[in-house]
């Protein structure tokens, strides 16, 4: 009959997914013509605790590469944003958040400019970005112990006179 044993051990607790797309806007001191491209740089986050929510927070830079002066000049326009998001993380059962539970957040869609647009001296822009928050924390699992063993198995020797002897017989002392 098997008896079991309870191991504690860090296991993913909780995880959960969610997709983000905010609108902002950089005012010019010129009036821009066409915008020629946008792009999103040097993405860092970190997440903590927060009550028994989960908070993330990052920033990223984008840049927006725009002409003016009916396209005979060009400028690029830079701009820091910083973002803090909550997270519901559902816990699995018979586990909670502590001060010991570590706080994993991954990227699973880098931040990118998806829609630009002028009004006047204005830029407006939305950028989309998913991220992902696994909580890892302790937790307990019971496997079953065998109380009997399996017996051991005899090994034969392997070496015996005969197969010394073919060893010995075999060499080749002037082979050098």
Not at 85 to 104: G, P
Not at 146 to 158: M, Q, R, S, V
Request: hydrophobic content about 30%; some cysteine; aromatic content about 10%.
């Amino acid at each position: 009959m098997a008896s079991y044993k309870e191991i504690v051990t860090k296991a993913i607790i909780g995880k959960g997914k969610k997709f983000f797309r905010d609108s902002y806007s950089v005012d010019l001191e010129t009036t821009p013509t066409t915008v020629l491209g946008c792009w999103v740089i040097n993405h860092k986050f970190k997440g903590f605790k927060t009550g028994e929510k989960v908070g993330v927070d990052g920033s990223y830079d984008v840049n927006i590469w725009y002409s003016y002066d009916n396209d005979s000049k060009t400028n690029v326009v830079s701009k820091k944003i910083e973002y803090n998001d909550l997270f519901n993380v559902k816990v699995k059962e018979d586990s909670e958040i502590s001060n010991d539970t570590d706080i994993i957040v991954r990227t699973l869609k880098q931040p990118n400019c998806v829609k630009v647009n002028i009004d006047g001296n204005k830029i407006l822009f939305d950028v989309e970005k998913e991220l992902g928050v696994e909580l890892v924390g302790e937790t307990k699992m019971k496997i079953a112990i065998e109380d009997d063993e399996d017996p051991w198995d005899e090994l034969d020797e392997e070496m015996t006179e005969t197969v010394e002897k073919d060893i010995d017989n075999s060499v080749n002392e002037d082979y050098i």
